[in-house]
């Protein structure tokens, strides 16, 4: 029973490589039970197998043939702690592009899920899964924004708190603005305006976001209406000036623009409740939290050690656990036969009573055997214990019996 | 055997004091403050069963009481790792000001008044109640004023220290004070019927009690909002502070 992992990721892989070998969920799992007891996890940036009594090669030769090439140069291959750690890691988002990303941990649930593994694959991926949640909780890792546009979500958050209600203007039909409303979106805002250039292209997204779509020039007179402005034309000249502002307002402004050259006047920064970030200040903030990120990784790191422990000793155990049985079994075969014995010459209370004493004196005495000899599983001793004990107790030729 | 509550109580709020001041070690803040409210509850309550009548009525008796609805407010409202700079600037108070309340025998058993008790329960207990709210509220204003500049400059590690949003610091300035005024009002309703039947002068405390209750109370009609409002709020403080520190001594002598 030995655990193993072959596979290739964007720490070796080219993405020309990586995508040919990339595939959806229902392929990856066909793959993956076309070997046996596998399980594929494939991802933009990786494609990993995981499996256990299946030939390495026809992993290997599985892999080469969805790339068309040879992969010698690029593939690792891990057995045992090796796999156990790196699925951890995965799973925790540190081995990916960006340290900590959320993503990952649903991927390798729905790799697990699909699959139909046996006792040690189902074991480390759910292990897996725990490891990725519990990064999750107990460090920082995953708090911080780590693209321009969830930067922008988080800034607005950080100015409104809970964003379900607040009204948001896209005005342009930039790719980075789009990703960013989709953001404010998804944390519950209302993309209520779409302006632009080219009125056609606005009902367009406007349709895609449930909002009105309007022309440049209606900007100004919608801005009293809006909590959130994210910008992103391809306009030379500025489309809002500070002076299209409304003076009075009661709630904060929060402009976002990811326009070069510019979309919005500086000078409403200065404005009174307005906050307004360009890219240079939305990119320095994702390269702080994603300094912060990379702090949090070494607490991160640490918690997937103490897991790989854990499966260290519960595979170590595992060594000494036929013998542990067979100990057991053969005290109570003794057990069981004596008190057959005396069967006859008690009455059923009696019985009752005899019956408790002698397992508790069993449980008793296999009691500190067991738990040493589990001890020494974890410390490389438990071959050498467990042929110890078969020894001492004739269990071997109990089996040979 | 009263003071054996003091030192827990302390040492609850010392150790919150030294934990908020890093992220990580926050956390643990959230468990000082708890524990040394409880220990000072006791200690309140030790007071309460030894003296013959209402035991806060000294400058150092009230001062204790302060610190304990202080902290109360704050268990409230802001006890949690995102509000980790309000804390850092509440709790290193408490500390100081239980500390004081100590040395001017504010924390030992004995102390009593002339005063009815009712009256003193009441008219003290809602005043204090009342100015540890507008403390609390003071303190989430400056952390308004802090976030709100952060955010004006465009610091770029306004994300990684992981601060509560502005909405919400104006919500909890404005709903603290909302639930204090009323404390404060009825305190003042009470000790003006009290002054009314006794007799006795209208002192510098009660004027600068009446103009406090005239800001906060200006400050829930005209609801301000944004920075205007943070200021509201620490300006009403001002006047709190020149009540708790400057003048409180007199009023009862």
């Given amino acids: 029973m030995t655990l193993t992992l072959i596979g290739l990721s964007h720490h070796v892989a080219p993405v020309e490589l990586r995508e040919r070998v990339t595939l959806d969920l229902p392929a990856a799992t066909a793959l993956a039970g076309s070997l046996g007891d596998a399980i594929c996890l494939s991802t933009c940036n990786r494609t990993e197998l995981y499996f256990e009594g299946v030939d390495e090669r026809r992993a290997v030769s599985a892999l080469q043939q969805l790339a068309g090439e040879p992969l010698d140069g690029v593939l690792y291959r891990l057995h045992e702690d090796a796999a156990a750690l790196h699925l951890f890691r995965v799973a925790a988002g540190l081995d990916s592009l960006v340290p900590g990303e959320g993503e990952i941990l649903g991927q390798v649930r729905d790799a697990y899920e699909a699959a139909q593994p046996g006792a040690l694959l189902d074991r480390v991926f759910r292990q897996a899964l725990g490891v990725g949640k519990r990064v999750r909780s107990e460090t920082a890792i995953g708090e911080s924004p780590a693209s321009v546009s969830s930067a922008a979500g988080a800034l607005a958050a950080q100015v409104f708190g809970d964003l379900a209600g607040r009204r948001v203007m896209l005005i342009g039909a930039g790719r980075i603005g789009e990703l960013a409303a989709a953001n404010l979106a998804s944390r519950g805002a209302q993309i209520a305006y779409i302006a632009n250039r080219t009125v056609d292209t606005a009902h367009e997204l406007a349709h895609r976001f ?30 809002v000036q500070a002076g299209d502002v409304p003076a009075k307002r009661r709630t904060p402004l929060f402009f976002i623009d990811i326009a070069v050259p510019r979309d919005l006047d500086s000078a409403i920064a200065k404005l009174d409740g307005c906050f307004l970030y360009d890219i240079d200040d939305l990119e320095a903030v994702v390269a702080e939290t994603l300094s912060g990120r990379r702090s949090e990784a070494a607490r991160a790191e640490q918690l997937v050690a103490e897991e790989a422990e854990r499966f260290r000793s519960w595979r170590a155990s595992l060594d000494v656990v036929p013998a542990i049985a067979s100990l057991r079994a053969r005290a109570e075969e003794i057990r069981s036969a004596e008190l057959a014995k005396v069967d006859g010459r008690m009455t059923a209370d009696e019985r009752r009573t005899l019956e408790s004493v002698t397992a508790q004196i069993l449980n008793k005495l296999l009691h500190l055997p067991t738990v040493r000899m589990k001890e020494a599983a974890v410390s490389s001793d438990g071959a050498a214990y467990a042929d110890a004990v078969r020894h001492l107790f004739g269990l071997d030729e109990e089996n040979k019996r | 055997m009263v003071e054996v509550f003091f030192w827990p109580a302390l040492l609850g709020y010392g150790e919150a004091a030294l934990a908020y001041a890093t992220v990580r070690t926050s956390r643990a803040a959230t468990w000082g403050v708890p524990l040394g409210w409880l220990a000072q509850t006791a200690l309140l309550t030790a007071q309460a069963v030894r003296s013959d009548g209402f035991p806060w009525s000294t400058w150092a008796g009230s001062l204790n ?32 000001l239980f500390v004081v309340a100590r040395i001017g025998g ?18 003290v207990g809602l005043a204090l109640a009342a100015f540890a709210g507008f403390t609390l509220a003071a303190g989430l204003a400056g952390l308004y004023l802090w976030v709100e500049r952060r955010l004006k400059r465009r610091s770029a590690d306004i994300l990684r220290l992981r ?16 639930v204090s005024l009323p404390l404060l009002t009825l305190a003042l309703v009470i000790g003006i019927v009290r002054q009314q039947r006794d007799g006795g002068r209208f002192d ?32 009403g403080f001002v006047l709190v502070i020149v009540a708790r520190l400057a003048l409180a001594g007199s009023h009862f002598t």
């Fill in chain 2, 204 to 235: 510098a405390l009660e004027a600068v009690t009446l103009l406090t209750w005239l800001v906060y109370g200006a400050f829930l009609v005209f609801r301000p909002t944004g920075r205007r409002a943070a200021y509201f709020a620490l300006g």
């Fill in chain 2, 106 to 123: 504010g924390t030992g058993a004995g102390g009593s008044s002339h005063y009815g008790n009712l009256f003193l329960i009441l008219h």
């Fill in chain 2, 65 to 96: 009481l302060f610190v304990w609805f202080v902290v109360g407010a704050y268990l409230i409202w802001g006890c949690r790792p995102r509000f980790r700079l309000l804390g850092l600037s509440v709790m290193p108070l408490a500390v100081a």
């Fill in chain 1, 210 to 239: 449930g909002g009105d779509a309007l022309a440049l020039a209606d900007i100004a007179s919608r801005l009293g209406d809006v909590d959130v402005v994210v910008s992103s034309t391809s306009a030379p000249e500025t489309v």
């Fill in chain 2, 163 to 178: 601060l509560p949003p502005l909405a919400s610091l104006e919500r909890l300035t404005w709903r603290t004070i909302l």
